[in-house]
């Protein structure tokens, strides 16, 4: 089973940001928090060649269910969503919200919300990409 949903983008690194933000925007989810791996990892004295973002991104209405229904889901909140860059192209994708709860079994009971909440952000990146 694949952990991860990962599509190359069409358009530069800035611009991939922009529409990533901007469709997860769409289907409800704001950016909480975001790093730029390549700014934090020079400013610890690091040099990193490529753009490497993480998104810490939220839909309340998603979240306060999932937490409702079992609290040890939080271990995994709030989502991430990445965009990066390499030699070869650039990349968003996340962890499969699914494949992560279904690593504790007591979380089985929300494999039907993990999955609402994985489509809408694999369709909010597909869309962003293309």
């Known amino acids: 089973m694949e952990f991860t949903y990962e599509k190359v983008s069409n358009y530069a690194i800035e611009e991939t940001i922009d529409r990533v933000k901007a469709e997860l925007s769409k289907v409800g989810f704001g950016v909480l928090w975001e790093l730029n791996f390549k700014d934090k ?27 409702e229904k079992n609290q040890k889901a939080g271990y995994f909140l ?4 990445a965009v990066y860059e ?5 990349f968003a994708g996340l962890m499969k919200p699914s494949q992560m709860i279904n690593m504790i079994d007591s979380l089985k009971n929300i494999t039907d919300l993990a999955l609402e909440v994985e489509q809408q952000l694999t369709e909010a990146i597909k869309k962003a990409v293309i």
Not at 78 to 81: E, I, W
């Open 86 to 90: 390499n030699e070869e192209s650039v």
């Open 78 to 81: 709030p989502c991430k969503v």
């Open 41 to 67: 990892l020079k400013e610890k004295g690091f040099d990193y060649p490529n753009q490497f973002w993480v998104f810490e991104v939220c839909n309340p209405s998603k979240a306060i269910k999932v937490l």
